[in-house]
Nanobody, 112 residues
Framework: QVQLVESGGGSAQPGGSLRLSCAAS?????????MGWYRQAPGKEREFVAS???????YYADSVKGRFTISRDNAKTTVYLQMNSLKPEDTAVYYC?????WGQGTQVTVSS
């Protein structure tokens, strides 16, 4: 089972940026793995944010399209989520996932 460790969360003002990282222990198989980001706001269900396939095909939720960018570095077995033009409604715990594995989550808070 893959171990996933997120980092990079924190606080930002509306319109600001943050970059999340997710380090995976998949080793050589990482380059073939589909990786995704989900988020869960207080009192809401966990929702899809973005994903990237082993062929670097990306998918985004409509709510983040044009603002967030998912990318991967296979040499570092790490996937990133660059978040720009942040909005208060982006406040949530962000989780990295692959297959059936989930990270522990990292908090993102957007407020003025």
């Amino acid at each position: 089972q893959v171990q996933l460790v997120e980092s990079g969360g924190g606080s930002a003002q509306p319109g600001g940026s943050l970059r999340l990282s997710c380090a995976a222990s998949a080793g050589i198989m990482f380059r073939f793995a589909n990786m995704g980001w989900y988020r869960q706001a207080p009192g809401k269900e966990r929702e899809f944010v973005a994903s990237i396939t082993g062929s670097d095909i990306t998918y985004y939720a409509d709510s983040v399209k044009g603002r967030f960018t998912i990318s991967r570095d296979n040499a570092k077995t790490t996937v990133y989520l660059q978040m720009n033009s942040l909005k208060p409604e982006d406040t949530a715990v962000y989780y990295c996932m692959s297959g059936v594995s989930w990270g522990q989550g990292t908090q993102v808070t957007v407020s003025s």
